[in-house]
């Protein structure tokens, strides 16, 4: 064998290796090109044809060319051959294609996996094209419409972020299991049901899917206050990255705009919308609720019996909202059930258990939200009074003092006056310190203090 990892027959060593694993050089890469000591770095993806090559394999430039290019923070990935011809011939193009790609070999072979588990799937960039059309991928958790199985262009996705946790499970698949309970997600209405993490990094992209219904449940999407404080977000649990869901709350109003006639269908994706932006401190997030819960309360008045043209109406209703308000936003809020759109709560939402438990959630957020911003508030007052009313004691001892010196060192003609002063001086200070042993009764809580107290020293007024 020679120092390109070539037997000596010409033919490469290829050894089967493991999907996302990586290394350098030959025989999966270049070496000591285009300088001595620049060496490629390979990358295998996850899906495997039944032929047992890799469908997806990336290239990595040596880092002495990815420092030139001047991303030297962010690796170079080529994820087809196209796309290294295409650097090759923008950056040196008097090299020899066909000597460069001779130097290694493109094809790599994959370790066996039992037949249950021979593919891993992510929707990537498919690196090389099959001869034979018998070779197409398979989804590892057995997914027939699995999104990975869709053939995108070339260099259209970037190469998924490399997972060793959830993605070494047998029979999970990051592109059609919820990260959250494993099972398959469902495609069906435009998959509003899952979202999936499109999160960005050195690697690639995150890729994960999660089940919304999962994510709120688990506290990791809609608005969630304490420690956690996620506003209309979603925080992946692989990438630890959070999401904005507003645009995500859009794409499910443009699906039920496609539903012709399943009303049920588009109470469950409104619902669902709704469990997102309740709570929202966000003023587009809020306006985008108030139109769900209109659309909701519609659907209520059909099933009472309404006529559904009075009712449904995509034209001016949601699909103006996904952009902002309809030129009819006046006509939409007249068909309103009578009453304010809080009536949306109470009435078919009621019978929804999660929309139920996530708006209960979030009212118990914003309840303590609300009790500790009042309790800062009464915090600083009272510490801005007693602290003001201790410095003022003590200036008034210091005065004291500085009055007694006086008195101690002046002739008989002015003790009186001193003596006088001294001994009003005493009475202030004692007022003061009577005073002050009211303000230490905020110590129980402005709840349990006298309201004249309160009136009187706090500057607070409360009314029964």
Not at 278 to 296: T, V, Y
Request: proline share 4%; aromatic share 8%; with cysteine.
């Amino acid at each position: 064998m020679n120092e390109n990892g070539k037997a000596e027959n010409g033919s490469f060593n290829n050894r089967p290796v493991a999907p996302e694993e990586s290394g350098e050089g030959s025989p999966y890469a270049p070496e000591n090109w285009p300088q001595k000591g620049d060496n490629w770095g390979w990358r295998t993806g996850r899906r495997i044809t039944p032929a047992g090559y890799f469908q997806d394999r990336y290239l990595y430039l040596p880092e002495r060319l990815n420092n030139h290019s001047g991303s030297a923070r962010k690796q170079h990935i080529f994820a087809s051959k196209l796309a290294v011809e295409r650097y090759l011939k923008a950056n040196f193009p008097e090299a020899d294609l066909g000597a460069f790609f001779s130097s290694f070999t493109w094809r790599i072979p994959a370790v066996p996996y039992p037949s249950t588990n021979a593919a891993v799937p992510l929707k990537q960039i498919p690196a090389e094209q099959s001869d034979s059309d018998t070779e197409a991928v398979r989804c590892k958790a057995g997914n027939k419409k699995c999104t990975s199985l869709i053939l995108e262009e070339a260099e259209k996705y970037l190469p998924a972020m490399s997972c060793d946790i959830c993605c070494s499970e047998p029979g999970f698949c990051r592109d059609c299991c919820c990260i959250l309970c494993s099972k398959m997600v469902s495609s069906a209405y435009g998959g509003y049901s899952f979202i999936k993490c499109q999160v960005k990094n050195d690697e690639g992209v995150c890729g994960h899917v999660a089940h919304m219904e999962c994510a709120l449940r688990a506290r990791l999407a809609g608005t969630v206050g304490r420690s956690i404080g996620l506003d209309s977000e979603y925080h992946c649990r692989r990438c630890d990255v959070r999401t904005d869901l507003i645009s995500y709350v859009n794409k499910l109003l443009q699906t039920c705009d496609t539903i012709d006639s399943d009303d049920e269908i588009r109470r469950k994706i409104l619902n669902l919308g709704a469990c997102i932006l309740r709570g929202s401190q966000k003023a587009d997030a809020k306006e985008l609720l108030r139109h769900i819960e209109l659309a909701i309360s519609k659907l209520h008045q059909l099933k009472c019996g309404t006529n559904r043209e009075d009712t449904w109406m995509p034209d001016d209703s949601l699909t103006a909202y996904s952009t902002g308000l309809s030129d009819h936003d006046g006509d939409v809020m007249e068909a309103t059930v009578h009453g304010s759109p809080s009536n949306v709560r109470t009435g078919e939402e009621s019978y929804d258990c999660l929309s139920q438990s996530l708006k209960f959630e979030a009212e118990v957020d914003q309840v303590l939200y609300a009790l500790k911003k009042s309790q800062e508030f009464e915090y600083k007052l009272a510490e801005e009074k007693l602290q003001s009313h201790k410095t003022y004691l003590q200036n008034l001892y210091q005065q004291l003092d500085l009055e007694k010196s006086e008195y101690e060192g002046k002739n008989s003609s002015n003790s009186y006056l001193l003596s006088h002063a001294i001994r009003k001086r005493k009475e202030q200070i004692g007022e003061e310190v009577a005073k002050f042993e009211v303000l230490k009764k905020i110590a129980n809580g402005f709840g349990k203090t006298s309201k004249d107290i309160l009136k009187e020293h706090f500057d607070v007024e409360i009314t029964d």
